[in-house]
């Protein structure tokens, strides 16, 4: 999508409107890919269960909720994504360019709100959205 079109007078979705988020993956045995950049050989994440994933994130989510940690900083150390480098920071995309899950969540949210647990193929997430 071209960034050309942002101002548009559509708010509601469709073409030319873009989201920007930030996300925490944690990955588990199901994922379509069993490697990330901390776990280069996926051996922590083929022992990983989904229900132990989830728990995981879930905690994680629990404490940025209740202002214990930054989302970016849990991002940078926790996430199975390359986008830990960057805080969990995805950039921004519009429709058709994410999973389904992963853009219907992260559509459905207002600016600053932080998702519940997002399945996709890669894992399991929490979605900050962030514009």
Known sequence: MSSSNKHGSSSSGGGGVEVRASHILIKHEGSRRKASWKDP????????????AVSQIKVI?????????????VAARCSDCSS????????????????????????????????????????????????
Not at 41 to 52: A, Q
Not at 91 to 109: D, H, N, S, V
């Open 41 to 52: 050989e996926g051996r922590v994440i083929k022992n990983t269960t989904r229900e132990s």
């Open 61 to 73: 989510r629990d404490d940025i909720v209740s202002g214990k940690v930054k989302f970016e900083d």
């Open 84 to 131: 830990a480098k960057r805080g969990g920071d995805l950039g921004p995309f519009g429709r058709g360019q994410m999973q389904k899950p992963f853009e219907e969540a992260t559509f459905g949210l207002k600016v600053g709100e932080i998702s519940d647990i997002v399945d996709t193929d890669s894992g399991v997430h929490i979605i900050k959205r962030t514009k």
